[in-house]
């Protein structure tokens, strides 16, 4: 995987700061402050957002510290390869990521792993299999932390802490010897002063003090459940009682609910002034209705001339469209506007012209100075662009002129040949008409179309003279009919039927029948009720039988001997709530104990479990550390050193190859020392990273020249398989490479 650009639009103190990155070694050059820690910040925040891990959306301090100096908006996108190309833009402000597979065009904006470990979407998960603080600790590679002595101790530690959890900053040893101070201090049985010994003797304080109370309460539980017994018998039978009671309304309920339910099977009832409307429309209505159709016929309309009327219309319209198409006269237009485009394609062709020789002799000028490296020639480019620019705004306003009227010329053309299609179009309509009414010109078509139209005028005249006469007949009897008709709209409403469902509903025998039966039920309902409202009678009872007297007596004689009960019990009340309150002081000290117990064992597991896992990943990841290593400080010594070897206990030891010894790592060099670490980190990163880019931030500075040399040397072999990002506040490492003849790509802050 390489990065190809960092965008920095808008983050910490850059404003769309682009940075390319390039295949094998990249130098980042800036003195301090200058941004170095920014552009690393910014790495990070792009693919892990900031995110603290959770299910809540929540941010790092960094989220803040690196908020823009200037503006409102707070983003930046990476672009980077790894066989497909990815494009990653985050808009930090609104949480907000864009994460695309530029080579195949999938989205993965919406992936599952991005938020495997946080809320906010994290990219780097996706990509490194990582969570941020694994990534933020083992990513970036710096100089050795440590005070000057102790280098030795460091490095062991990094080592160690990779090689067993994957994070030079987490420790397993410690963690389980965090947790094992934890399990310790809270104690055991045993231990009074320790908190789970001490719960244990307060419960058995209570444990005492309960079975004191028990043995006072002996008799307690069967009075008690005596008295619950007699509770729920008094309880069932004054339900009983009550039910008995307001049986007869329950009763009077059901039948009425019976005879509502008949009635709504049997219809609505009709009211005696609908029912009389309903026979008044079934008896005038269709009279009314056959004498408007009578006196629609005896209308005398002159059809033959129908036809000769829309002709003359469609004539005239014709006849008009074709004097405003002759007004038009589009090709004096065209004739214009092609004289004006001769001239305008003359002027564009000689600006075009100006521009080009201009152009190519500032080309010209430019490659002198370079061929010649007399670099004031080149200042003759000047003048000749200013005079290239001065030209092309009047070159762009003719071509765009030069345009206008070509669009125009084309639309002119267009509208003329559909002025001839439409004129043809109507030479067609015209030899229709001819030939329908049997005439041989235009001319006598007109003549023809205007003496028939004057006789239809007359007719006209008489037919309204007799219509006249007999609409007030007509208009008479349409609002009479109108009347019904919105009669029957407000039955049909009324009573949710047509009219013909009306009539057959009410207006049959079994119609008939059926009101009468509708109505004998509303007057049983009514007798029932008597005024009042049926919900009154509606109790939600059982229906239930018996003799009101006897059950009253059964129910005295219960309440009298509850009474009597509920006396001795109150004899025992203080024992009871003494014992209850003793009860649940117990359950909490024993909940408390449980809670504690169980933490202690969930430790002794994750003990476990982080000793399974030490020694687990002791055997898989250390070999591949060492024979990494073996190879690295072989490369960077010259061959002086060219193996190592790591006890179970971390203490590393290097052969000397020229006395076949084994020198312990305390007896080598700080500046050998500082190399084995990144050796460390370099192993390390090939193991978690596979091809990721290899950062180095300010790693050379207690390096002297040499050993900066080798380790620079081994970089550039390196870079073959791994893309290496290097930042660095010096120009030591420039001139370095630059010595040596390695290509890089710089990039100065």
């Given at each position: 995987m390489k990065i190809e650009e960092l965008n920095l639009q808008a983050f910490g103190k850059f404003k769309n700061k682009q940075i390319e990155l390039k295949d094998g070694i990249n130098l980042i050059y800036g003195?301090?402050?200058?941004?170095?820690?920014?552009?690393?910040?910014?790495?990070?925040?792009?693919?892990?957002?900031?995110?603290?891990?959770?299910?809540q959306r929540r941010t790092t301090s960094d989220f803040e510290k690196y908020r823009p100096w200037t503006g409102s908006e707070y983003k930046g996108s990476i672009v980077l390869n790894n066989g497909d190309s990815f494009r990653i833009m985050r808009n930090f402000d609104k949480y907000e990521l864009d994460f695309h597979n530029m080579t195949t065009g999938e989205n993965l904006s919406s992936a599952s792993e991005l938020n495997k470990f946080a809320k906010i979407k994290q990219p780097g998960v996706y990509l490194f299999d990582v969570e941020s603080s694994v990534f933020s600790n083992s990513f970036f590679i710096g100089q050795l932390e440590s005070k000057l002595g102790s280098e030795v101790d460091t490095l062991k530690h990094s080592l160690e802490n990779f090689v067993t959890s994957g994070d030079e900053k987490y420790?397993?040893?410690?963690?389980?010897?965090?947790?094992?101070?934890?399990?310790?201090?809270?104690g055991r049985e045993s231990r009074k002063t320790s908190p789970i010994g001490k719960l244990y003797q307060q419960?058995?304080?209570?444990?005492?003090?309960?079975?004191?109370?028990k043995l006072n309460l002996s008799r307690y539980e069967e009075i008690t459940s005596e008295f619950l017994e007699l509770k729920q018998s008094l309880y069932e039978q004054r339900k009983f009682v009550r039910n008995l009671k307001l049986s007869d309304d329950q009763r009077n309920y059901q039948k009425i609910k019976k005879f509502r339910n008949s009635k709504e099977n049997l219809g609505k009832v009709i009211s005696d002034t609908d029912y009389e409307t309903l026979i008044e429309i079934d008896r005038e209505y269709s009279k009314i209705e056959s004498r408007l159709n009578e006196e629609r016929n005896c209308i005398d309309v002159v059809c033959e001339y129908d036809d000769i009327e829309k002709d003359y219309i469609e004539f005239k319209k014709l006849c008009n469209?074709?004097?405003?198409?002759?007004?038009?006269?589009?090709?004096?237009?065209i004739e214009l506007l092609n004289h004006d485009l001769i001239i305008s394609k003359t002027e564009v062709n000689k600006l075009n012209g100006y521009m080009l020789i201009a152009l190519g002799l500032a080309l010209l000028s430019i490659l002198g100075a370079i061929y010649f490296r007399r670099f004031y020639i080149g200042l003759v480019a000047i003048p000749l662009l200013f005079f290239a620019y001065l030209k092309f705004n009047p070159y762009r306003m003719k071509k765009a002129a030069m345009d206008r009227i070509e669009d125009r010329i084309s639309d002119y053309m267009k509208q003329s040949a559909v002025k001839t299609q439409e004129k043809r179009e109507m030479d067609n309509v015209f030899s229709v008409y001819m030939r329908k009414y049997r005439l041989n010109s235009l001319k006598e078509l007109r003549e023809f179309f205007e003496d028939e139209i004057s006789k239809l005028n007359k007719m006209e005249i008489e037919k309204d003279v007799r219509n006249e006469i007999e609409e007030n007949i007509r208009i008479d009897l349409e609002k009479k009919l109108e009347t019904f008709k919105l009669k029957i709209a407000e039955l049909e409403r009324k009573y949710d039927l047509s009219f013909d469902e009306l009539r057959e509903k009410y207006l049959s025998d079994e119609g008939k029948s059926l009101i009468q039966d509708i109505k004998n039920s509303e007057s049983i309902i009514e007798h029932i009720l008597n005024g009042r409202d049926i919900e009154d009678l509606n109790h939600n009872i059982e229906v239930v039988d018996g003799n009101l007297f006897e059950e009253e007596s059964v129910l005295e004689e219960l309440e009298a001997e509850f009474i009597e009960l509920s006396g001795k019990m109150s004899i025992n009340d203080d024992n009871f709530h003494r014992l209850t309150e003793v009860d649940e002081e117990l359950s909490i000290l024993e909940n408390k104990l449980k809670e504690l117990e169980d933490d202690q064992r969930a430790i002794h597991r994750a003990i476990d479990v982080l000793k399974e896992i030490y020694s687990q990943n002791k055997e898989v990841f250390l070999p591949k550390v060492v024979e990494f290593m073996n190879e690295f400080i072989k490369d960077i010594t010259s061959g002086k050193y060219d193996r190592i070897v790591v006890d179970e206990k971390f203490n590393i030891v290097v052969e000397d190859k020229a006395s076949?010894?084994?020198?312990?790592?305390?007896?080598?060099?700080?500046?050998?020392?500082?190399?084995?670490?990144?050796?460390?980190?370099?192993?390390?990163?090939?193991?978690m990273y596979k091809n990721a880019p290899v950062v180095l931030d300010d790693h050379f500075i207690q390096y002297d020249d040499l050993r900066c040399r080798e380790t620079l040397k081994f970089l550039n072999n390196y870079s073959n398989k791994k893309q290496i990002i290097i930042f660095s506040a010096m120009n030591r490492e420039a001139k370095i490479l630059d010595e040596m003849g390695i290509e890089y790509n710089k990039v100065n802050l």
């Open positions: 003195e301090n402050e200058s941004g170095k820690s920014t552009i690393f910040k910014f790495i990070e925040g792009i693919f892990y957002g900031f995110a603290k891990s959770g299910v420790s397993l040893i410690d963690a389980v010897e965090n947790l094992e101070k934890k399990s310790d201090e809270l419960i058995e304080l209570l444990k005492k003090k309960k079975s004191e109370l469209r074709i004097d405003e198409l002759n007004r038009n006269n589009f090709s004096k237009e076949g010894k084994m020198v312990e790592v305390e007896k080598l060099s700080n500046g050998t020392v500082d190399q084995l670490y990144l050796g460390i980190r370099l192993a390390i990163s090939e193991i």
